[in-house]
């Protein structure tokens, strides 16, 4: 059974920072290109980041490109994100998920989501 398990949403300030993490269970982890979507209320999912297995290719929306950066560990199995520079517009349930294809809006598995509030 494939497992995400997506932590470390919480409530900040705009300009502030967080970190999100993913582990990853039930399926073979490297051969997957990993990601980050997320949906705001009343709003489409998003693409926000993916990371290709290897680690060395990175894709970002425009939106957060300069201010989230995607991680993976292989040997862990685990998926981080990290937010600076927050915004009110990113607040929104973050996912994680596997076979990410943010070009196409599109994914393979989507765990349950970490909430993520900005205020202003």
């Known amino acids: 059974e494939v497992q995400l398990q997506a932590s470390g949403g919480g409530l900040v300030q705009a300009g502030g920072s967080l970190r999100l993490s993913c582990a990853a269970s039930?399926?073979?982890?490297?051969?997957?290109?990993m990601g980050w979507f997320r949906q705001a209320p009343g709003k489409e999912h998003e693409g926000v980041s993916c990371?290709?297995?290897?680690?060395?290719?990175?894709y970002y929306a425009d939106s957060v490109k300069a201010r989230f950066t995607i991680s993976r560990d292989n040997a862990k199995n685990m998926v981080y994100l990290q937010m600076n520079v927050l915004k009110p517009e990113d607040t929104a349930v973050y996912y994680c998920?596997?076979?990410?294809?943010?070009?196409?809006?599109?994914?393979?598995?989507r765990g349950q989501g970490t909430q993520v509030t900005v205020s202003s």
């Open positions: 998920v596997a076979g990410c294809r943010i070009h196409r809006g599109q994914y393979d598995y």
């Open positions: 990371v290709l297995s290897s680690g060395d290719e990175l």
């Open positions: 039930g399926f073979t982890f490297d051969d997957y290109t």
